[in-house]
């Protein structure tokens, strides 16, 4: 008979001790330190639209808010399916402009791959209008 115990376990960094008994009463173990790392899972949010020249200084980049992010890929799009940003990082986020200019008020599609730290994939899609 196996007997496995298994609980909700909270992120950290966790040990493992395997104890077996034969069906002679023989009895031994193994114990592995810091042998399982749990992270927490990632969130990732973007806005719906942004202000690239407001007078405010607020939502003036379109970027993410996110936590637990490892890998990251953003693309954005235009109407007609022309690629005017992409960025490998988070904290580079699209400033508006297009070839040096200054986008038009438009919605854009933006769509991001990526993993969390914890291995979760991530594939999803949007859209951002951009006010001026």
Known sequence: MKKVRLSIIQPGTYSILLEVWSEHDCYDSAYIEQAIVVEKAGAIA?????SPRSSQQLNTIFKPVYRGLRVYHLEIYNRWGEKVFESKDPEVGWDGFIDGKLGSQDVYA???????RNG??????????LIR
């Not at 973007?46 to 942004?50: D, I, K, L, S, W």
């Not at 933006?110 to 969390?116: A, D, R, V």
């Not at 979760?120 to 209008?129: L, R």
Request: net charge positive.
């Open 110 to 116: 933006w769509k991001l791959s990526g993993k969390y």
């Open 46 to 50: 973007f806005p719906t639209a942004f």
């Open 120 to 129: 979760t994939q991530i594939k999803e899609t949007g859209n951002v209008t």
